[in-house]
């Protein structure tokens, strides 16, 4: 299926997300926050079908990492996933950019339908 690289700082969240992911045949690449991810996307040469990344976050956040991976990478379709009105507000500026935010809390079957929509 598809390689995905997943951004989260939490573990537990991120461990839950790769889990669920993997069960619908992706192989999924993690990553701590935004500057770990883009240190993934440029290990990897941005091959990654999908980049699914937390908006808030410490060191580099996710919005900054949209900005950075579309830089280097930009045919690389990037969702955003947040808890936080004020963030999905910041991601509403991100047109061209990002192709869904997910609002927290969601389901597994919500993450999955999300994620074979953006890759088809």
Do not use: C, N, W
């Not at 989260?8 to 500057?35: N, P, Q, Y």
């Not at 919005?63 to 991976?69: F, K, R, S």
């Not at 507000?89 to 999955?112: C, H, M, N, Q, Y």
């Amino acid at each position: 299926m598809a390689h995905i690289l997943l951004v989260d700082d939490e573990e537990g969240v991120r461990g839950f997300l790769k889990r669920g992911l993997e069960i619908d045949g992706h192989a999924v690449v993690t990553a701590i926050d935004g500057e770990d991810g883009l240190a993934r996307l440029d290990q990897h040469e941005g091959r990654f079908d999908l980049l699914l990344t937390d908006i808030r976050m410490p060191i580099m956040d996710g919005i900054a990492l949209a900005h950075a991976a579309k830089r280097s990478y930009p045919e690389l379709p990037v969702m955003l996933m947040t808890g936080f009105a004020d963030q999905r507000e910041r991601a509403g500026s991100l047109d061209g950019i990002v192709i869904d935010v997910l609002t927290k809390p969601f389901s597994l079957a919500d993450l999955r339908t999300s994620v074979r929509d953006a890759l088809s």
